[in-house]
């Protein structure tokens, strides 16, 4: 999960603040020391994931694109210089645009926002941008909620009582609700100070940086494993009385033995890189093979292992996780069932290969194995009223195809609420009635007004005549004598 850390450099962040008794220091150095804290721990334990940073005041700059290279980050915050006034809808702008770019809209995304609680002054505010949200065109929206998932993190470099003089602490609450409440506000406690600032950072670091340890088993192999990012707990909508579910944690007890002591004691990565691990052995089996791995995370609940390259010559261990429950892809059927070959009564898959037991077929048909209708484009439409007026104009030697096609499109209209489409085409039933030429046969205009009429009373939304499975039968004539 990349991180967006959004720097503010505006001037009021060059406001001073007293250490000690000792030499001034702006809220930018309080800012920057707690941002230092927190790249040293990403680079120690988050060392796979992409960072960037971003500085912004009334206009935003991307200073260091998405990397694993934390000390560049770190020497971009030494050389950050001051600009004018705070404008917070620039800079989630510019979020958006760098994050779209990079990762498209379907990869979440970690957002630190690092302000003084300073909102701005008239246009541009924080406080004038959620006023006149609600009253913008389309082409101006406000950039949150984003486009993508996102966690937003805001690290108020000032305490809470300071907040809460002004309206700051409001806007800012209502600022984390529009991005999706998936966040939190953090504030210092205590006087200002380096102290204060460490130990908010620490409360962010414990929040969404904490690092992810599990042991992996297969049989009687095992391996310490760390995932990045962190698994979240799931929350299955179905259940009576949700509650989370998390990723099981299995933490081994390891033993320690007294060694010789070598006149050059190896490291410690020298030493795992000499040991055998059965994670590595995994990774490369599944590399080679081109194949995955189930795994277990928790009852009635799996996921699957799998490599991934990054470019060609770096790949890694890859874990994707299933919805909760026994059988979370119905096409392979309940993973509990599932074993090896050796212990079937037959071969599933034949002596030569030539068949194989999956996908699963349902016992019930899938609405989506059905012949719907679906109109993607308008062009789609179009040939349907058209399929249904040519068959008009053949009446009644093609009454039976006339209402199957009617029918069909009666459904589809009743099924997205597309009530106007059914008043249109019953005004075309009724022109193409005008319209037929004397030597057209009688039954034809009967047909035609009984159908329009049929789909005006559809298109009134009455239950009586706009049921679901009703279909309009040709109406009965006798015209032999």
């Known amino acids: 999960m990349p991180t967006v850390v959004l720097m503010d450099v505006s001037l009021s962040m060059t406001r001073p603040v007293s250490l000690d008794g000792s030499d001034e220091f702006q809220r930018k150095n309080l800012a ?18 992409f960072t960037s940073l971003m500085a912004f ?12 290279d934390y000390n560049a980050l770190q020497e971009a915050l030494s050389t950050l210089e001051d600009y004018d006034k705070t404008c917070v809808e620039a800079a989630l702008n510019g979020v958006s645009n760098v994050v779209q770019q990079e990762w498209g809209s379907a990869c979440p995304c970690q957002v630190v926002l690092v302000t003084d609680g300073s909102l701005g002054i008239g246009k541009g505010s ?8 609600k009253h913008r065109g389309d082409d101006k929206k406000f950039p949150l909620p984003f486009p993508f998932p996102t966690k937003l993190f805001i690290m ?11 309206d700051a602490m409001d806007n800012l609450e209502e600022l984390l609700r529009l991005s999706g409440g998936d966040g939190q506000i953090f504030t210092m406690e205590g006087p200002l100070c380096m102290k204060s600032v460490q130990a908010m950072f620490g409360r962010l670091i414990d929040h969404a940086y904490s690092p992810f340890h599990a042991v992996l088993h297969c049989g009687n192999l095992s391996s310490d494993v760390q995932v990045f990012p962190r698994p979240e707990p799931i929350v299955m909508d179905e259940e009576v009385e949700p509650m989370p579910r998390s990723v099981n944690i299995e933490v081994d007890e390891v ?22 691990n059965f994670c590595v052995l995994l990774h490369g089996s599944l590399k080679v093979e081109g194949m995955v791995a189930l795994v277990q995370l928790g009852p009635e ?22 919805e909760p429950g026994p059988e979370p892809l119905p096409w392979l059927g ?6 090896p070959i050796s212990e079937a009564a037959e071969n599933p898959y034949g002596e030569d290969d030539s068949k194989s037991p999956f ?11 059905q012949n719907v209708t679906v109109w993607i484009k308008a062009s789609g439409l179009q040939t349907d009223v058209q399929k249904i007026l040519r068959n008009a104009r053949k009446l009644p030697d093609k009454t039976q195809t006339f209402y199957k096609e009617l029918n069909r499109l009666r459904k589809a209209a009743l099924a997205f609420g597309f009530w106007e489409l059914l008043k249109g085409v019953a005004d075309l039933l009724e022109r193409e009635c005008t319209l037929l030429p004397d030597s057209a046969h009688p039954d034809a205009a009967f047909q035609l007004s009984h159908a329009a009429q049929q789909l005006k009373l559809a298109s009134t939304g009455d239950s009586q005549y706009a049921a679901f499975d009703h279909n309009i039968a040709p109406m009965h004539t006798d015209f032999s004598s």
């Open 334 to 339: 309940k993973i509990t069932h599932l074993g």
């Open 126 to 133: 924080l406080r004038h941008s959620l006023q006149t949200r």
């Open 57 to 68: 005041s009334s206009l935003w700059e991307l200073l260091v694109p998405f990397t694993r």
């Open 255 to 276: 033993g320690t033995g007294a060694t010789d002591e070598l006149e050059e004691e190896p490291s410690a990565s020298q030493m795992a890189g000499k040991s055998p």
């Open 301 to 322: 609940w799996y996921g699957m292992l799998y490599s991934q390259a990054d470019s060609k010559k770096k790949s890694n261990l890859m874990m994707s996780l299933f």
């Open 32 to 49: 920057v020391h707690g941002l230092n804290m927190l790249f040293e721990h990403m680079a120690s334990n988050y060392r796979l994931e």
């Open 156 to 166: 108020s470099v000032a305490n809470a009582e300071e907040l809460q003089m002004t």
């Open 359 to 369: 996908p699963l077929q349902p016992s019930a048909k899938r609405s989506y194995a």
